[in-house]
């Protein structure tokens, strides 16, 4: 309330709570004049667009902490899945965290790294590019964000029955960290309102845009073809009538993911209600449970990459075996290798040195080993035999970088000049 002007009313608040109040302001009641059904809406809009300012002064000073070890590796994970994340939080900080971990991807140029603009779609048209990144286009190698209740770096000119005015600002924070640039706001977006769907028990006015109809179509589609359904951290209430109708259409199994997740035979408990629409086979509680439920996942994903297709194939196994991290401008490429003591070491490559090269990349990168360490043989580098043989030996395959250890979880196909090879996908480990 602080945040309203002097002699701001709410009245009835307390008898139907909050989103009923919302909900009433919102709506054209048929005994009310229309001016004051203009007023009283008026009123709501107001009151949205505060919300969306306590947001902004909260996303601002969360954005200033480090990024948590289980976001980042939750990330990876969702892009070695290539899984679609269906969300209905406003704030940007999981954006942020992406274009912190900047997934990798295979590209024209070898491989080229992830931004939040590329996987958070559909949404609404962007500003005219300024920076390389910015021409970045959605990428399928990677996953896919749909946020259903907008977004607070989404605006339009507030009740635009279609949408046309819809536009965005590209998030270009990094969670802890400096912006990837600057980012000016020449086409006004700011002077427009946000594009948030309010906590409103009717949310009917504002399913008309064409952006409202493809995110949730799109979100229905995805729901309707998923095998696996993850629930983390939504409660699914009753007067979430939408969403509820949604997540209905499922004919997958369930997991949740929560702080109280309950017992799906209990109709009273988030389990319970999940349980009517389908199979929950995983329950993960407590006030560390997505960290618990990411740690679980990766193991998982670690101790099965032996099966990988990639790297079960018998065909070419001789291929090279290469990591790519994200760089300050880029991506840096490594080789990898056992030392004497059978721990995964890095060597980094130009894989200009590649170009025109009658040698693969391991051999390149033994030549360049320093002398002190010319005890490495040719045969510690790793090729796709000696990774399955690994693997399937020794379990996860854990990876000794300059920064920390990583794990890898999956593995992908790129080409290198005329060389095929294998690319791992690795996350951090504590």
């Not at 949404?123 to 896919?144: C, L, V």
């Not at 360490?373 to 790793?382: A, E, K, N, P, V």
Request: proline share 6%; hydrophobic share 40%; net charge negative.
């Amino acid at each position: 309330m602080e945040r309203l002007p002097t002699g701001f009313e709410m009245s009835g608040i307390e008898t139907g709570g909050f989103e009923d109040w919302l909900t009433l302001r919102l709506s054209e009641l048929p005994f009310l004049e229309g001016h004051v059904n203009k007023m009283r809406r008026a009123e709501a809009e107001r009151v949205i667009a505060e919300i969306a300012g306590i947001l902004d002064d909260h996303v601002a000073e969360a954005s200033t902490a480090q990024c948590p070890l289980w976001l980042q590796q939750l990330i990876l994970l969702w892009h070695s899945e290539r899984a679609i994340i269906i969300t209905f939080n406003y704030d940007t900080l999981l954006e942020q965290a992406i274009n912190l971990v900047r997934p990798v991807i295979n590209g024209s140029s070898l491989a080229t790294t992830v931004y939040a603009d590329q996987v958070v779609f559909p949404a609404p048209p962007g500003p005219p590019a300024e920076y390389m990144i910015d021409t970045a286009s959605h990428n399928a190698q990677s996953f896919q964000i749909l946020k259903l209740h907008g977004s607070l770096n989404w605006y339009w000119a507030a009740g635009d029955p279609t949408g046309s005015t819809l536009v965005r600002l590209r998030e270009k924070r990094v969670l802890g960290s400096a912006p990837l640039t600057i980012d000016y706001d020449f086409a006004g977006a700011k002077t427009l309102d946000r594009y948030v769907i309010p906590p409103v028990t009717a949310k009917d006015a504002y399913y008309s845009s064409y952006l409202s109809h493809s995110l949730w179509r799109s979100a229905s589609d995805a729901i309707r073809l998923a095998p696996r359904i993850t629930m983390m951290g939504y409660s699914m209430p009753a007067n979430d009538r939408v969403a509820v109708e949604l997540i209905s259409q499922a004919s997958a199994t369930f997991e949740i993911v929560d702080l109280d997740p309950g017992n799906p035979g209990d109709p009273m408990t988030l389990a319970g209600r999940i349980a009517r629409l389908g199979p929950v086979d995983s329950t993960t509680g407590g006030a560390a449970a997505i960290a618990d439920y990411v740690s679980k996942k990766l193991n998982a994903a670690a101790s099965t990459l032996s099966s990988a297709a990639v790297v079960a194939s018998i065909e070419r196994e001789s291929d090279n075996v290469v990591l790519a991290i994200p760089a300050r401008h880029g991506v840096s490429f490594y080789c990898l290798y056992e030392d004497l003591n059978k721990a995964i070491q890095t060597y980094q490559i130009d894989p200009s040195l590649a170009k025109g090269s009658s040698s693969p990349l391991n051999e390149i990168a033994h030549n360049q080993v320093p002398h002190a360490r010319q005890s490495t043989d040719l045969g510690d580098f790793f090729n796709r035999r000696k990774l399955r043989s690994r693997l399937e030996s020794s379990g996860p395959f854990v990876i000794n970088t300059s920064d920390g250890q990583l794990v890898a979880m999956s593995a992908v196909e790129m080409t290198m000049e005329r060389w095929k090879m294998i690319r791992l996908i690795a996350a951090p480990l504590g």
